[in-house]
């Protein structure tokens, strides 16, 4: 009899896990508590792959040998305590990947930096001619990529509730770019449990695997001293030199590798801003363990770009990103948009609504979303969708206003998004055009702040 495996969450990576396990043997069961896009119930009908939707049918799934879980749902669902109780494995969609795939792993997590370190490193592979993949939070599933087939390397994209799934996941390569309070709600309101789940990503590494970290974070020291991890690390700082590291003085990086070392003047690289440096020098760090030359490093920091309107890093001002999401023109994108970040969030969104069913997006705002801005002519349904949810909602017809709103509204290591969930028609002549007068809202207001 075939080995029978739920999945809770029929989103990206739920789905991409049911076509997974369905080629690899599984009897298979989707269940989401909220509605499924028709465009994926369209492919687990295609795939011939059992659903259901706004109900969990706990016979059903508790009668299963494993459970994989969204990251979204939290491990106090009373469902998911009652399978653990019941000794039913409940892993997630990349733990489960993991097993199917010969590649190397190249994971990066943070509570900030990860999405531009991830982009970055899987850039400076790719340039080097590799064979590599992306993955985790960004685009399509890990699970739905490897159905088509594999990669040497995968660069992956981990939050913290995907690490807390993982029991054999084991990078070659792991990444952790920082750690501020983020998520307390998920871990009974204690910091340490926070600091816990981020350092465990180091936690199955042998010493041939390497370890970069942000060496200045109090919050990483705390919590390396309880991970017993054997790998090779690398520390990163923007404070101090060091013999075996990197180290980002002002005016050039100096990485300090084993059997490598390498400078980089500021200058010659795309990114900017010191916490940019910081990931430069862990996915640069990553390339160089990874193979890549240190002249293939140099070119891909010159040229290297976030996807225009898609997760577009657009500047910093007073310690707020502003991200610039404007191809977020349907809810599955901009589910991913927002799954993407754990920092508190200021969401712009709104335009010509196709109709949208915004409670999908419920399981990817996880508290995250502190101000919702409605951006269109017609913001109604999206206010009636989230109010009671978001604590404040504002609405405007000027994106320079929405701008100045976020950064009035927001503090220190908030992110601002704008992604949007619907077309741009009513205001804007498409995405792009959309995209480009946010990015020039936000120049200028940096630029009125600074005269």
Avoid at 157 to 162: A, L, N, P
Avoid at 283 to 298: D, H, I, K, P
């Amino acid at each position: 009899m075939n080995k029978t495996i739920a999945i809770l969450g029929a989103g990206e990576s739920g789905v991409g896990a049911a076509l997974l396990a369905k080629r690899e043997g599984y009897a298979v069961w989707v269940s989401d508590m909220g509605s499924i896009s028709v465009e994926r119930k369209d492919i687990l009908n295609a795939a011939e792959i059992p659903f259901e939707e706004g109900q969990h049918d706990f016979g059903r799934i508790l009668s299963a040998d494993e459970i994989i879980k969204s990251p979204g749902i939290p491990e106090k669902t009373p469902l998911v305590q009652e399978a653990i109780a019941k000794g039913i494995p409940v892993i997630d969609e990349l733990e489960f990947a993991f097993r199917f795939s010969k590649g190397k792993v190249i994971a990066i997590t943070g509570t900030n930096g990860k999405t531009t370190t991830t982009l970055l490193t899987y850039h400076l592979l790719k340039k080097a001619g590799m064979d590599v993949g992306l993955a985790g939070n960004i685009g399509q599933s890990w699970a739905a990529q490897l159905v088509e087939g594999d990669r040497d390397w995968w660069v992956i994209e981990v939050s913290s509730f995907q690490l807390d799934g993982f029991k054999d996941f084991k990078p070659s390569i792991a990444i952790l770019t920082n750690i501020t309070p983020d998520h307390l709600d998920r871990y009974a309101y204690k910091l340490e449990n926070y600091i816990a789940s981020k350092v465990s990503v180091f936690k199955n590494m042998g010493p041939q695997e390497v370890a970069v970290y942000f060496s200045d974070d109090a919050n990483i020291q705390a919590g390396l001293k309880s991970v017993k991890s054997k790998a090779l690390f690398y520390g990163m700082s923007l404070e101090k030199g060091t013999d075996f590291g990197g180290y980002f003085d002002g005016a050039k990086i100096s990485l300090k590798l084993q059997g490598k070392s390498m400078d980089i003047p500021k200058e010659e690289v795309a990114l900017k801003g010191a916490h940019n440096m910081l990931n430069v020098m862990c996915a640069t760090t990553a390339a160089l363990t990874a193979g890549v030359s240190e002249e293939v490093v140099r070119e891909g920091l010159k040229d290297f770009k976030n996807a225009p309107h898609r997760m577009e890093l657009v500047d910093v001002i007073d310690g707020i990103t502003f991200i610039n999401d404007s191809k977020g023109t349907n809810v599955d994108a901009t589910f991913y948009a927002l799954e993407s970040f754990e920092s508190p969030l200021i969401w712009i969104a709104g335009g010509v609504d196709k109709g949208n069913d915004y409670t999908l997006l419920d399981p990817a705002m996880g508290g995250k979303v502190k101000v919702l801005i409605c951006l269109g002519k017609e913001n109604e349904k999206l206010k009636t969708a989230f109010a009671g949810k978001i604590n404040t909602i504002k609405e405007t017809e000027s994106i320079a206003e929405a701008v100045a709103w976020s950064l009035d509204l927001g503090k220190s290591g908030d992110v601002v998004l704008l992604s949007p969930a619907c077309a741009s028609f009513d205001l804007f002549k498409n995405y792009e055009d959309r995209g480009e007068q946010f990015i020039s809202a936000v120049k200028t207001l940096k630029t009125s702040l600074t005269k």
